[in-house]
């Protein structure tokens, strides 16, 4: 069981909702990631925050904005999406910087998109 | 862009046997990390073998690293059932400034291990 969570594990919405992912680690880290993984495709990294600062948008749509009020949550707000945006959205934290960094995922959140 | 790319895409085995599989990346890296993950769920980190490594242990794991090949592998001896899953390789991506780094993995291989 890993020390990071997500909520909800779910979702279903559609092209015209606003939705957001919530994802906490009590693993005292300091750095945390969204992931995308669709079928077929490698996993995506989205964003990465370090000390609550965005370090990284790795050149992800507007309708993704993602939230880190303090270094043990991260939201993923979610506006407008397509249906190629079904996917499962994974977070993760790491203790913090500089490359040898082991992640820690959290379960993910199913997301379809109708 | 893609940098990890295991080998093979799938991998069906009887119990008890052992499992390679491989994985090769494109630029430098700082380590390079395996990770398993069972379906739809997330991933859970297997091991990491830094740059510097050329074959590290643990437990019925063993990883082996050619830096000058851009090439690692991951055996699993002894396999049972509950091995079942995909496994990723990842490599660090080294940011400027120091910043958080993100993992770039590759898109797996299925294993699955016959009873």
């Known amino acids: 069981e890993t020390g990071v969570t997500q909520t909800p594990r779910h979702l279903v919405m559609g092209m015209t909702n606003k939705k957001s992912l919530k994802c906490e680690q009590h693993l005292g880290h300091n750095a945390m990631y969204w992931y995308k993984q669709s079928a077929k495709k490698p996993l995506e990294l989205m964003f990465v925050y370090n000390f609550k600062e965005q370090t990284e948008n790795n050149s992800v749509p507007s309708r993704f904005s993602p939230e880190c009020p303090n270094s043990s949550h991260l939201f993923l707000h979610l506006h407008t999406l397509q249906p190629e945006d079904s996917a499962l959205y994974l977070c993760?934290?790491?203790?913090?910087?500089?490359?040898?960094?082991?992640?820690?995922f959290g379960p993910g959140t199913r997301l379809l998109v109708l | 862009s893609q940098q990890g790319e295991e080998d093979p895409q799938a991998l069906s085995i009887q119990e008890g046997e052992n499992a390679t599989m491989n994985c090769s990346y494109k630029t430098s890296i700082n380590n390079l990390q395996w990770y398993r993950q069972n379906s739809g769920r997330g991933l859970v980190h297997l091991i990491l073998i830094r740059s510097n490594e050329r074959e590290k242990h643990s437990g019925r794991l063993r990883v082996t690293l050619d830096t000058s090949k851009k090439s690692s592998s991951l055996l699993i001896t002894a396999s049972r059932a509950a091995d079942t899953a995909s496994y990723f390789c990842a490599t660090v991506l080294l940011y400027s400034g120091g910043g958080a780094d993100g993992l770039t993995f590759g898109k797996g291989t299925h294993l699955i291990i016959q009873p």
């Open positions: 993760a934290s790491s203790p913090r910087t500089s490359g040898i960094e082991t992640q820690y």
